[in-house]
């Protein structure tokens, strides 16, 4: 079953690297997946201890979910 629910952020388990995150951020705001992997990789050469927390609690907290 396909949900394209877009009232909430979530993360994608069908197209990850690692958790979803950021294939559920990149279909959240209709973008390409490389765009939003690419902003958390230069966020956090600046901020990495900040990037690191918010991505494992995004990996956490969020909703799973399988978007093709």
């Not at 952020?9 to 973008?31: H, L, M, T």
């Amino acid at each position: 079953m396909r949900n394209n629910d877009k009232s909430a952020w979530f993360v994608n388990k069908a197209k990850r690297k690692i958790s979803g995150v950021c294939a559920g951020f990149a279909a959240y705001y209709d973008q390409p997946i490389w765009v939003i992997r690419a902003l958390v990789v230069v966020m956090a050469l600046y901020f990495p201890v900040a990037v690191l927390v918010a991505y494992i609690a995004a990996a956490l907290i969020l909703p799973e979910r399988w978007v093709y």
